[in-house]
Nanobody
């Protein structure tokens, strides 16, 4: 059973920075895309940033130039450096891995439990 555990959320003032981390535990054969999503109450979960196994990245327009995603496949971790935070960035952030647990298994998507980010003065 693969588990993803996020850390690094919290309260920060507007203009401040936070670094989110997500680590996977359990048996993993291969990791493909690794990403961060966020979901505000009553809204759909939206993509924040994703990094492919080739290192290509994609960002939501609302975070381009402020957030940076990075991965360490060997350590089974993905990070999200968030700078110049705004109150509208306040919500719960989830990490997401597309992976195969063994050579015989299908590619599945796993989610973390979420970490709260609050940007407020």
């Amino acid at each position: 059973q693969v588990q993803l555990v996020e850390s690094g959320g919290g309260l920060v003032q507007p203009g401040g920075s936070l670094r989110l981390s997500c680590a996977a535990s359990g048996s993993i054969f291969r990791i493909y895309d690794m990403g961060w999503y966020r979901q505000a109450p009553g809204k759909q979960r939206e993509l924040v940033a994703v990094v492919t196994s080739d290192g290509n990245t994609n960002y939501a327009d609302s975070v381009k130039g402020r957030f940076t995603i990075s991965r360490d496949t060997a350590k089974k971790t993905v990070n999200l450096q968030m700078n110049s935070l705004k109150p509208e960035d306040t919500t719960v952030y989830y990490c997401n891995f597309a992976m195969r647990s063994s050579i015989w298994s299908q590619t599945l998507v796993s989610w973390g439990q979420g970490t709260q980010v609050t940007v407020s003065s």
